[in-house]
Nanobody, 130 residues
């Protein structure tokens, strides 16, 4: 089970931190990622972290602005989002997959679909006003 939290309404240029708490599976064996879906668009991967070795990956659209991190003792993954833009407005989901390579592909290749992700949490709304 994954539980995302931390969304909200902010102005452009401000920051938010999302949290994803994992339970019910051994998260060390997984990659956990953040995904988002804007109205009328496909769900896209934006960042993931290997819970085993801490390697991190980002989509070009968020690279340099967003930082993913994990606290393995708490089975929690965070997404620090800085310099938010109106185009970051979306429902943000966390997801977990046993295949780190698939999670990386989904995040780094915008044409890769997210349908194969093993576990999903409920989304949290992020709205960035201009």
């Amino acid at each position: 089970q994954l539980q995302a939290s931390g969304g909200g309404l902010v102005q452009a240029g401000e920051s938010l931190r999302l949290s994803c708490a994992a339970s019910g599976f051994t998260s060390d064996d997984y990659a956990i990622g953040w995904f988002r879906q804007a109205p009328g668009k496909e769900r896209e991967g934006i960042s993931c972290i290997s819970m085993r070795d801490g390697s991190t990956y980002y989509a070009d659209s968020v690279k340099g602005r967003f930082t993913i991190s994990s606290d393995n003792a708490k089975n929690t993954v965070y997404l620090q989002m800085n310099s938010l833009k109106p185009e970051d407005t979306a429902v943000y989901y966390c997801g977990a997959d046993k295949s780190v390579y698939y999670a990386i592909e989904v995040v780094t290749n915008k044409d890769a679909g997210t349908g194969g992700i093993d576990y999903w949490g409920k989304g949290t709304q992020v709205t960035v006003s201009s």
